[in-house]
């Protein structure tokens, strides 16, 4: 099993924001598929920044982690499709990174990575990542809590 954790990282290009990173084995998922793109010699690798939460409802991107909505307009994925990351200029759908979220009782896995706009590059041999549920649960109500204090809701 993998562990995960998430982060809030702020970034300051154009604008100043946030943005949720995961950490898988405690490497950041940026890095980890920035190397991974690196290796393959992939466009424009590593291009990513974390996404960044709806602030006026934080957790509907723990739900959104969990497979169930999209945390820019709250409606659910049902294409099956979840991004971890978006472009580093804070636009998730710029540049992002998807992937399928799998729940069941006792493991969450992410698997079947993609890039959408390069659907060339093959990404088969990313991942999987599989987490003990109650790790998975865990991190992501850390997260909701962060990201409660930080926007100054209730978790």
């Not at 200029?89 to 540049?95: K, L, N, R």
């Amino acid at each position: 099993m993998n562990r995960i954790d998430f982060t809030v990282e702020k970034y300051h290009d154009w604008c100043e924001w946030e943005g949720v990173v995961p950490f898988v084995d405690d490497v950041s998922l940026v890095n980890l598929v920035g190397e991974y793109e690196t290796a393959r010699g992939f466009h424009m690798p590593g291009s990513y920044g974390g996404i960044m939460p709806r602030r006026d409802n934080p957790r509907a991107y723990v739900r959104y982690l969990l497979g169930q909505f999209d945390p820019e307009d709250g409606r659910p994925t049902d294409d099956g499709w979840t991004l971890l990351l978006g472009c580093n200029c804070s636009v998730t759908g710029c540049w992002p990174l998807a992937t399928h979220v799998t729940v069941d009782r006792d493991a969450v896995r992410w698997d079947r990575f993609s890039q959408p706009h390069r659907p060339s590059q093959d990404y088969s041999g990313f991942g999987p990542f599989i987490f003990a549920r109650d790790e998975y649960d865990r991190a992501v109500e850390e997260l909701a809590a962060t990201l409660a204090a930080l926007y100054g809701k209730s978790p």
